[in-house]
């Protein structure tokens, strides 16, 4: 079996949800997604000026011709606060179709049938501890944000916040997506960080070309199917099986 990267698992989940035994496991998900992320750019577009003001008003007086270097940088960052916390919600919403989109990816890579409408039944019984799923991650996500975004406040540091909120990002979508296909194996949030930290290239990988889908036009639209289809696949072919030290 061939290993690849995590961007190229990416590619791979945008190629599955098309595959015909899975396209209808898409198609709440995907509605989900491209009404949250239109909702996302409108409130962006809206709000943008304010929020680029408010961030270079921290600028020292001294260091105001900085803001033509930094005006892209807090730009960036804006953008990637603004998409992840309209792509935490969607996964929020959809957390219950995810899981059965999971099941259905393996299945079909293992050549069994996929989810049949009793599955659907399971789906809704299962809706509550998804959620309670989800929010879990999202106390996990604040506990650490909450420092990052005081680093944005920082002059001199907040050059570099960016770039770790970037890292950060990528690191919470691979935990995000591949919860989903381990949540259906009944594996704890505890061993699932375990796991990806003894593959962390791979993980890092794979959550930074999620983030960099969310920001480019209608890629970003089919980005949640997509990344648990190529996170279902990584499950498959690299997290089933505990990784050793």
């Not at 698992?9 to 239109?38: C, D, H, K, S, W």
């Not at 409408?117 to 501890?129: F, R």
């Not at 890292?167 to 949540?183: G, I, K, N, Q, S």
Request: a positive charge; glycine letters at 6%; charged letters at 10%.
């Amino acid at each position: 079996m061939t290993k690849l990267s995590g961007p190229a698992y990416l590619l791979r989940g945008y190629q599955l949800m098309l595959e015909p035994g899975i396209r209808r496991f898409v198609v709440i998900p995907l509605l989900i997604n491209i009404a949250l992320f239109t909702a996302a750019a409108v409130i962006g577009y809206q709000q943008f000026s304010q929020l680029m003001g408010w961030l270079l008003g921290y600028l020292p007086s001294w260091l105001a011709w900085l803001q033509y270097l930094l005006w892209p940088v807090f730009a960036f960052t804006a953008i990637l606060i603004l998409f992840f916390t309209f792509s935490t919600l969607a996964n929020l919403v959809g957390a219950p179709f995810n899981g059965l989109l999971a099941e259905a990816v393996e299945n079909h890579l293992a050549g069994n049938p996929v989810p049949s409408a009793s599955s659907w039944k399971k789906m809704l019984a299962g809706a509550i501890p998804a959620i309670l799923s989800e929010l879990r991650k999202m106390s996990y996500y604040l506990i650490r944000v909450i420092p990052l975004l005081i680093l944005f406040l920082i002059p001199g540091i907040n050059i570099i916040a960016p770039f770790l909120w970037a890292l950060f990002t990528a690191w919470m979508y691979a935990l995000e997506y591949l919860d989903y296909p381990m949540d259906n194996h009944d594996i704890l949030f505890r061993e699932m960080k375990q796991r990806l930290r003894k593959q962390r290239i791979l993980s890092l990988g794979f959550g930074g070309s999620v983030l960099l889908a969310t920001m480019i036009p209608f890629l970003n639209f089919l980005i949640m199917p997509a990344a648990v289809c190529g996170a279902s696949t990584m499950w498959v072919e690299r997290f089933s099986i505990p990784a050793t030290d």
